[in-house]
């Protein structure tokens, strides 16, 4: 199960009991922050997007949008999400606990800066009723995230 996979991948860094597990789904944005007491941009969606024979994962506030145009700019292909197969294929989570934790060495992490705004913020943990609260620093170093990158829209309304 995937949640084993990421809290044996937060022993190392002494977080393991730090994954919230929740009575109720947590597998949407509107979900998780019901779940986690928070307002929904405070949650972290990691999108997949399709990278040769990999992809790209990017952790983002619960609400921003990828902008095209700016994905385009930043990783100079089309922004392709996977589908759940290929998404539960390539990282070993499925739709709704899709995190940056624990995945292969050969998925790559980016943090959008739409997280930024916030001190702590909640991506799952591997499960569709998981989460972690993690600030944006912990995110970045436990996510093994490559840099911090801005390719979102939608969000400037509601800092």
Not at 68 to 75: C, H, R, T, V
Not at 113 to 126: E, H, M, N, Q, Y
Request: with cysteine; aromatic share 10%.
């Amino acid at each position: 199960m995937s949640i084993e996979k990421v809290k044996s991948y937060f022993k190392q860094f002494g977080r393991e009991n730090d994954i919230l597990e929740f009575e109720t789904s947590s597998a949407t944005v509107e979900l998780a922050a019901e779940a986690a007491h928070v307002i929904p941009a405070r949650i972290t969606k990691t999108l997949a997007f399709q990278s040769g024979d990999s992809c790209i994962l990017i952790a983002a506030a619960g609400d921003a949008k990828i902008d095209n145009k700016k994905f385009k700019a930043e990783f100079s292909m089309k922004a392709k999400m996977l589908s759940p197969e290929e998404t539960f294929s390539l990282t070993g989570h499925a739709i709704g606990g899709v995190c940056p934790f624990a995945v292969p060495d050969t998925v790559k992490t980016y943090t959008d800066i739409s997280l930024k705004r916030f001190d702590t913020v909640f991506p799952a943990a591997g499960s569709s009723n998981s989460a972690i609260e993690l600030t944006c620093d912990e995110l970045f170093q436990y996510g093994n995230c490559q840099k911090w990158i801005d390719v979102c829209k939608g969000w400037e309304e509601t800092i």
